[in-house]
DNA sequence: AATGAATGAGGATTCATTCAT
DNA sequence: GATGAATGAATCCTCATTCAT
């Protein structure tokens, strides 16, 4: 931040103490990210994610603020908005059985992969309003991958018209809450497994033929 | 303890003292239960409970061993588990679709009502072990209230046979991420007729006809 | 204390009352005496105090008007003085080398017996005044005990005209720290043999004849 | 840690704030050794502590762990053994009463100039099992320093042979409470002429010649 | 950029003591 | 006499944050 450069190979340098400085920052993000989601905003303290880095405490505060921006940063860097806009943007010529239960299991993959930051929307919603904020946004996005493709599935005829934003909402709520349980609880049926015959369920019923 | 009385009216009295003692201890409890929700655990210090109970910090100590231990009796006390029991007892000869709606609708309700308790459950995970464990339950509780429903019909014959656990599951996470949801966000579709409209597509599907 | 009788037969109940009263006092003083002695002074809460004499705490303040007056009554009670002075009243014509072990180990049991006191006096000397005045009481009438016998067998011409108070204070002295060590130390020699060669090389020197 | 310096200087400045730290450290430690001593461990707040020392009481943190292992560093840190050893290492060809007396009264006197340690081996005894092990080893270190020094007079047969761990005990207890006492109580005979009296007694006897 | 000394507010908890019953 | 509920001050300790170096 403070450029008092004399030289003129200083701008070179400057660049690579600012990549240097990046990286240092995107490290101090990294680890927090996973000493909150393993122990909680609250009961972590900044001496202990400064020794979790390997740095002293004082330069916490040359990157960061103060704690709370330091979680606003690592909620902003690992929010997995991208990825789950990329999703699903293909196969549009696959029967809606097949699509669904492919993209529920990679949106499933994809919560359990950010199961750091999943640990964090959870438990972190009263520490900083961007935690609730964010997670919003991506329960959204979640939400509306599915309804966007259910609804042009309606359109092309596969499916019945119907409140499409119903069925994407059992979708995303019944992967999102079958991944955060998934750790703690102990299930009989497989999240694959499961996910499949979820969809079917959906777009077949329960019901008895005859009913 | 000592009974040195001569009228009847003395043992009565021993007994005031310990029944207001113990409308004490839930007066403690329903405040923390309030100011837990509110605030979380990690962010309210028992001065504020205290002071949110009209009483000083010290008491606090004569009835709870520990700011843990006050969350321990906030969970117990308030665990709906019993009034989760006590749903869908009735009904056994209606059709399936009236009767999953109504009892979703009373789940979706009993949540509502225990917004507090919600609130804990959702945020305070890592704060006590006993809360996961009891969330847990009243899960469990929620979803083996409609699998065993469920199963009943199938041996009815009014749905075909299938995997009870996935669709029960579909249901009880839905609800919950419905109710966790309904209160930070906004949605386009009530709830109850969210409730209802799931019940018939899981029961239908929503497949196209032809399909 | 609170006296609102008001048929005559109630003196003698009062006395009845009274003695368990004095009986209840000292219960409280002795069981304070074993915790003070175990615990610290500082250590010990009045709730401790309470519970190992099976009463409420509310109770110690009917008899106590403090913690500290606690501490006093216990030092009081045990004080040991009486029976110090009850030493060494006999045995006239016996050599001063047999009077003095025996005296001596007799004086080293008494402090055996007095433990508990004897921790409090030597750790609670800044707790309350009356530590250290008592404490002082009694070494002094240990000393004036070894001297007066001294100056008894000086003026009986068994004993070489000197500062007998120094004599006195080398045996008493010796003793008292031989009985604060004997505990947390492993001694060589035993504590009656200890004092016995103590006591014949105070009368004939360890100096060499020659010498 | 970091050396990115051009100049000679850049090493001692890192030097200079540790210097400083350490300098702060046994300022604090000094500043409690006075603190305990006057008013006692459990009585001295760890503010009072931080006032008497002139610094925040959350510095105190910062340098000691706890109140506990503030007052083993004091211990530590003052237990003067070193001194104790030096003592009586000359003056081997002079008769053993002088020696003796002039090593007692060095005892006497190093007890004396720390006074305030000594105020904590006999009170803090039960604070912190640090306190009664180092006192130990440093009456035992005392006590030896007199056996041996005996030990060796009696092998050249300046005295005669017989227990000198009772001589030596007697001599080194006696000193050691003498000091205990010389500030609360009020000794007819001093100190030094106490010691030299102590030491021809226990020489040369004090039982009559003719006897 | 990096360190860690220094601060002071605030947190959980303990405790002597009082008081209504 | 006896109980234990109630008080509030005080205690140890933690922590986010600042700052000189």
Redesign the interface.
């Known amino acids: 931040m403070t450029e008092h450069s004399i030289n003129p190979s200083a701008p070179k340098r400057a660049t690579q103490r600012d990549e240097k400085a990046v990286e240092r920052r995107t490290q101090l993000i990294d680890t927090a990210l996973e000493v909150f989601a393993k122990?909680?905003f609250?009961?972590t303290s900044v001496r202990e994610l400064a020794a979790a880095a390997g740095v002293a405490q004082g330069l916490m505060y040359h990157y960061f603020k103060s704690k709370d921006q330091l979680l606003e940063a690592v909620v902003e860097r690992h929010s997995f908005l991208p990825q789950l806009k990329a999703m699903l943007t293909t196969m549009h010529n696959e029967p809606?059985a097949k699509v669904l239960k492919i993209t529920g299991n990679q949106f499933f993959a994809l919560l359990g992969q950010k199961e750091s930051l999943m640990n964090i929307f959870?438990?972190?919603?009263?520490?900083h309003p961007i935690v609730?904020r964010i997670w919003?946004n991506i329960?959204?996005q979640g939400i509306g991958l599915f309804q966007t493709y259910?609804d042009e599935r309606v359109a092309a005829?596969?499916?019945?018209p119907?409140?499409t934003?119903?069925?994407a909402?059992?979708l995303a709520?019944?992967i999102?809450?079958?991944r955060a349980?998934s750790v703690?609880?102990h299930h009989?049926?497989r999240p694959e497994a499961?996910i499949n015959?979820?969809v079917d369920?959906?777009?077949?019923?329960?019901?008895?033929?005859?009913?």
Chains 1, 2, 3, 4 share one sequence.
């Open positions: 122990k909680g609250d009961k809606a959870f438990h972190e919603t009263q520490s609730p919003r329960l959204n259910l005829g596969e499916l019945k119907h409140t934003d119903v069925t909402r059992t709520y019944t999102v809450l079958l349980t703690a609880f009989r049926t499961f015959e979820m369920n959906l777009l077949s019923g329960v019901a008895a033929p005859a009913a």
